[in-house]
């Protein structure tokens, strides 16, 4: 158990949909990291967010939003949803931010699968 | 950060040595090498990370040469429960973002 928490864990929507997906990283930590992972994509970076500010973002489309609230949970939002969304969403946590040596803990993933 | 270079596939007899191998000739003199673990379509797991020394915690060894281009994890008595995806990671620690940039890594089948 690495202490971050999915939800939900697993989710099945029709295309156009709007999902959320939720994630609480381990306590004390202030980062959070969204990745996907499709079967043709490999763990792709989507966003990181430092203590409520976005810090990095990778290939993460306009479709698609994230936030960091005050208790450091943090939700990713999938709207417009097409049949490529379908993929497993990670969240992953770690102490530091930027320049951090530290390790990052993944959760166990929310899966997405868009019909 | 830099690239790295793995091998796609390997096999491993339950109870040997694992010894997987990552190529990383472009890496900066401050980037670090990780290792991470990804078992069938969980969470990445993470195993160990060096700069320059060898490494060596409870589940693994790191062996990174002198010039640090390349790097070998070791798993000593490598279990069932070590087949997985293991994914090489060469990441810089000054100030950006310390996202992780995952490759296609080696599949690593332990058998009977």
């Known amino acids: 158990d690495s202490g971050v928490t999915q939800t939900p864990k697993h989710l099945i929507t029709a295309t156009g949909q709007r999902v959320t997906l939720r994630c609480s990283p381990r306590?004390?930590?202030?980062?959070v990291y969204w990745y996907q992972q499709s079967l043709d994509q490999g763990l792709q970076f989507l966003i990181q967010?430092?203590?409520?500010?976005?810090?990095a973002k990778g290939n993460i489309l306009e479709r698609f939003s994230a936030q960091q609230f005050p208790d450091l949970h943090s939700e990713l939002n999938l709207s417009s949803l097409e049949l490529g969304d379908s993929a497993l969403y990670f969240c992953?946590?770690?102490?530091?931010?930027?320049?951090?040596?530290?390790?990052?803990?993944f959760g166990e993933g929310s899966r997405l699968t868009v019909l | 950060d830099a690239k790295t270079t793995q091998p796609p596939s390997m096999d491993c007899a339950e109870g040997r040595a694992a010894n997987l191998p990552c190529n990383h000739s472009?890496?900066?003199?401050?980037?670090?090498v990780y290792w991470y673990r990804q078992i069938h379509s969980q969470g990445p797991q993470y195993i160990i990370h060096?700069?320059?020394n060898n490494e060596t915690n409870e589940m693994a060894s790191l062996i990174i040469t002198e010039d640090r281009k390349s790097s070998t994890l070791i798993l000593p008595h490598a279990t069932l429960r070590d087949t997985a995806v293991y994914y090489c990671?060469?990441?810089?620690?000054?100030?950006?973002?310390?996202?992780?940039?995952f490759g296609t890594g080696t599949r690593l089948q332990v058998t009977l």
């Open positions: 306590s004390g930590d202030l980062s």
């Open positions: 060096g700069l320059k």
């Open positions: 967010y430092y203590n409520g500010e976005e810090r």
């Open positions: 990671i060469v990441r810089a620690n000054t100030g950006t973002a310390s996202k992780l940039t």
């Open positions: 472009t890496i900066s003199g401050n980037e670090y």
């Open positions: 992953a946590s770690s102490v530091g931010g930027g320049g951090a040596t530290g390790e990052l803990f």
